[in-house]
């Protein structure tokens, strides 16, 4: 396993992706070799470059963002040989869909009928048996690495069942080691036996092949075996903390795992001149790209607010954004006039509040598309933590650590924590929301950012998360 993101993803599902990749590439080819096996004139005037590998790539690319829209790239949702064939199919046939739009409306990149079937039933073939020979190879030939808890806490349970969790990136959980002098014998904690304590690190690492230790201690003033650590630590295991470990895990930062010198000491929240600049820039681009492509959509989307109950079309709702500050957010109307009339109040699933058409645009989230405007005017980024009402960050802040910090950067209308977690409605929605929105800051980069657009198109697609 590799982290990406400060994640720990699995080795296989990269390579599966990289594998895949190259044999598109390739049924393209032999699509048209098949095409024109006989015509040897008309297989280079069909291939000639750049244009033809130009067009192979815009069909790899969308063949291959199918795949990963309908998780096929997500091992534990693709764990049954079944469903996987399933969504292969479903995944090359909603391909072939856009693809047939795609050349409607540009048909400069029509690549040939011919090719294009050929094409598209060489990778069904190939990518249903590389994916079977992959599984087969990973299972005789992957290596598991054996992993040591150091903790018998809280801490430590939450970290053995999150590594359980996470069973695509063949980590072993070899069981834990006792801080304590005289550990209870026989102590079995998750089906995992306590092996020893501090002295037998050493001995514990050489018998069960031990790679990694993972320490997850509540306090470690004074319990920490610095020099036992430092001595395998050179000799080649990786030692790490729980915190740490368990935000690679799990995409988030677990507040009740962290102190506050953890933000000052761990990897990440790093942010220069440059990291500004490429994340204005790419707001400007994908907010007027946004807002002129879906100005079609608005016009219908106003239209239907106004028929369903005549009332005003836009709702204007004060946000706080970047260093605390106040700004106008902008949204389509999906609730009644008099949905707070009592004051404010958190948004519920099925909300009685919401109107017949509001149901629909929450669902899929198209009364967030206004906010195009936020982001050209710099109230707003495209990607970041969702803005809050300042009545809730005031009760919010009073009762969640670390809360303010979200405001370290713009605001966004999407964000990691959108894309991972249901809209939240109440105080332990909003903490699980903030550990998320934490785990971005740490990790921002222009290629997660990219990342999170990619998952937000595939919530947008399915409906997730809306109320």
């Known amino acids: ?23 598109i590439a390739l049924s393209f080819v032999a699509g048209a070799k098949l095409r024109f096996w006989n015509d040897p004139v008309g297989f280079e005037a ?36 079944g469903e996987q064939v399933m969504r292969l199919i479903e995944s090359v046939g909603a391909a072939c869909l856009l693809l047939g739009i795609l050349y409607f409306l540009i048909p400069e990149l029509l690549i040939g009928r011919g090719i294009l079937l050929w094409a598209v039933c060489l990778v069904l073939l190939s990518t249903a048996l590389a994916r079977t020979l992959l599984d087969s190879a990973w299972k005789s030939s992957a290596t598991r690495s054996n992993v040591l808890i150091f903790g018998t806490g809280e801490m430590a349970m939450t970290l053995g069942r999150e590594i359980s969790r996470r069973s695509d990136l063949n980590l072993h959980l070899a069981g834990f080691v006792s801080e304590e002098v005289q550990p209870p014998e026989e102590q079995i904690l998750l089906g995992k036996p306590v ?51 368990i935000s690679a895990l799990t995409g988030r930062v677990w507040l009740d795992t962290v102190r ?9 929240f790093q942010r220069s001149r440059l990291t500004h600049l490429w994340k204005r820039i790419l707001d400007l681009a994908c907010g007027l790209a946004g807002a002129i492509v879906t100005t079609p959509l608005m016009l219908l989307t106003a239209l239907a607010i106004w028929l369903d109950d005549r009332g005003p079309v ?8 970047l260093r605390g500050k106040p700004f106008d957010l902008v949204k389509f109307r999906s609730m009644r006039l008099d949905a707070e009339l009592n004051g404010a109040q958190w948004a519920q699933e099925n909300d009685p ?46 009762r969640i650590p670390y809360y303010e910090e979200r405001h370290s950067v713009r605001p966004g209308i999407t964000g990691w924590a959108q894309v991972q977690y249901p809209y ?14 934490l785990f971005y800051l740490k990790s921002m980069s222009f290629p997660f950012d990219c990342a999170i657009v990619f998952q937000t198109i595939r919530t947008v697609l399915f409906g997730r998360g809306g109320r």
């Open 1 to 23: 396993m590799i982290r990406v993101f400060n994640q720990y993803v699995s080795t296989k599902s990269l390579l599966l992706i990289l594998l895949e990749a190259i044999l």
């Open 46 to 81: 069909q291939t000639a470059l750049p244009e033809f590998a130009f067009r192979c790539l815009i069909g790899a690319m969308l063949l291959q963002a199918c795949f990963y829209l309908n998780h096929l790239y997500d091992a534990q949702v693709t764990a049954n040989r």
């Open 195 to 245: 092996l020893g304590q501090v002295r037998d690190l050493e001995s514990l690492m050489e018998r069960l092949d031990v790679t990694r230790i993972i320490v997850a201690l509540r306090d470690q003033r004074g319990s920490l075996p610095i020099r036992d650590l430092v001595k395998l630590r050179v000799r080649g295991v990786r030692i790490e903390d729980a915190p740490s470990a």
């Open 260 to 268: 506050p010198s953890w933000f000052v000491f761990s990897d990440g």
């Open 314 to 321: 836009f709702y204007r709702q004060t946000r706080v954004g």
């Open 353 to 398: 509040r919401t109107t017949r058409v509001g149901g629909f645009l929450r669902r899929y989230r198209l009364d967030e598309l206004p906010q195009f405007f936020n982001v050209i005017r710099g109230e707003m980024s495209f990607v970041g933590p969702r803005p809050e009402r300042p009545v809730f960050v005031d009760q919010l802040s009073e």
């Open 424 to 437: 939240g409605a109440s105080v332990e929605d909003a903490i699980r929301k903030l550990e998320y929105d």
